[in-house]
């Protein structure tokens, strides 16, 4: 099994045991000691889930500003130059105000 499959089986997992622990809370059924380690182990989870989001958010961005990237380069190639020569007339008019 690749390392991505198991990413995504640990963030199922992890997952899973959170809504576990929240159903059991819920519930009322646990004594202090059980509350105190199922809200440690809900944290560490809530942590770990956390950092997995946040780390594809990261990884969104990068693939959605990479295609901005790509299609303003296919926007600039397709206008034929006409943009640049339009630069080299606004800079004639420079020259010759000079």
Do not use: H, P
Not at 1 to 11: C, E
Not at 52 to 66: G, M
Not at 70 to 98: F, I, R, T, V
Request: hydrophobic fraction near 25%; aromatic fraction near 4%.
């Amino acid at each position: 099994m690749s390392a991505k499959k198991n990413k995504n089986l640990d963030w199922e997992n992890n997952i899973q045991e959170l809504e576990k622990i929240v159903k059991e809370f819920e519930q009322g059924n646990l004594n202090l000691e059980e509350s105190l380690i199922k809200f440690e182990r809900g944290v560490e989870l809530y942590k770990v889930c956390k950092k997995a989001l946040t780390d594809a958010e990261k990884r969104v961005k990068v693939l959605s500003d990479t295609l901005k990237e790509d299609d303003l380069e296919l926007e600039s190639s397709s206008d034929d130059g006409d943009s640049d020569d339009d630069n080299d007339d606004d800079n004639d008019d420079d020259n010759k105000e000079k």
